[in-house]
């Protein structure tokens, strides 16, 4: 299927700790045929004072992108990583584009290449943008469906809006024993704790639809509406892939997440270690 007819492949590794390290990779070999997504220069726009380390991008520019790659609403596309939670970015960004058949490799590129499938070093030309089919680019009021700014947050926080909050960040982050990335250590008050690296087994196969719902339990049963966050809004959409796994569909995105919170000084945060 892969390279196939009607078929369009975006590599999306990236490393947090070395952000030239997913093109170098995708350079020295990649799926034949996959072109590749960046995400602080294709899936994310620059970054401000507030809204996170890695802002939604345009939704205009990023269709642009993608058509060039040859995506239209029809096409089949399939985005992989390497690990990280970087390919359920593009997913749910394709997605909102309205791209009916958006997949995620599953084991990403470490099982492409355990499987022994063929790899390829050659760059895949794009169409002329005469030639690129415009996609369904969502209005700011459909997005505005699918996202939360921080001003829903605080209404959340605050228990004058109903919402579940729900942290896709390690355990010890959330608890704020530790904070590698961000100023400041802790949880937005009142939100629950999900990892995003659970919904996965250890060769980052994605879990079945039981075992997500089983990791969601406590959400699913509070019957609020779901709030996915996590550092800057990246491996948030690993637990919203999760959850579309489980069947539910209505969770929304807080894009600019914790790094966005902590953009505030004043701005509560809760923190709860280990006892």
Known sequence: MLGGQGVVVFDCRFSLADKNQGFTAYLAGHVPGAHYLHLEHDLSSPVREHGGRHPLPEMEEFAEKV?????????????????????PRAWWLLDQLGVKDVRILNGGWNAYVSAGLPVSVEIPAVLPATAATALAVPSSEEIRDKVVNVEDVLNIVAGETQGLLVDARAAGRYRGEVEPIDKVAGHIPGAMNAPWEEGVDEAGRWLDRDEQRARFAKAIESAKPLVMY??????ACANLFAL???????????PGSWSDWTSYPEHPIERTPTP
């Not at 996590?230 to 491996?235: F, L, P, T």
Request: hydrophobic share 40%.
């Open 67 to 87: 058509a060039l790659a040859g995506v239209d609403l029809e096409k089949t596309v399939v985005v992989y990583d390497a690990g990280g939670g970087m390919s």
């Open 230 to 235: 996590c550092g800057s809004g990246v491996s």
């Open 244 to 254: 579309r796994l489980a069947g539910i569909e209505n969770a929304k995105l807080y």
